[in-house]
């Protein structure tokens, strides 16, 4: 019983099965523990999927297109919260209610977006040891 569960536990991806079977075959080392599968599958240097990605540098001009995205579901969000609470507005009140809110929320919170984009690209640049292009 505590096999089966273990078994369930352990989810290992299909693409790393086909490489289990093949080192199976020509070797006979013990399979190696799915913790070691998950660490070599994130890190960039070994993981031949990775070698050729290229992090896009982070720019104002791909914030700003992110930025509509992030209106429309702000903008949604405060329709629908408004015409919840005001039972006795009309339409077109809530419609430009919730337009200015989300107006605002994303002109305030778009630096904020550059800002991590930076982030995370300066931590992309330290775990693979590349240098800003």
Do not use: C
């Amino acid at each position: 019983m505590a096999e089966k569960k273990t078994r369930k536990r352990a989810y290992i991806p299909p693409s790393s099965e086909v490489v289990h079977r093949k080192e199976r075959t020509t070797s006979s080392s013990s399979r190696p523990s799915a913790g070691s599968s998950r660490q070599s599958a994130r890190s960039g240097a070994n993981n031949p999927r990775s070698a050729n990605y290229v992090y896009p540098t982070p720019s104002f001009k791909r914030t700003a297109k992110r930025l509509p995205v992030y209106f429309l579901l702000i903008f949604a969000l405060q329709y629908w919260q408004y015409s919840g609470a005001h039972d006795d507005w009309s339409g077109a009140r809530i419609s430009g209610t919730a337009l200015a809110t989300a107006a605002l929320i994303t002109i305030v919170f778009a630096p904020f977006m550059h800002w991590m984009d930076k982030l995370s690209y300066n931590r992309w640049l330290k775990r693979t040891g590349r240098t800003s292009a």
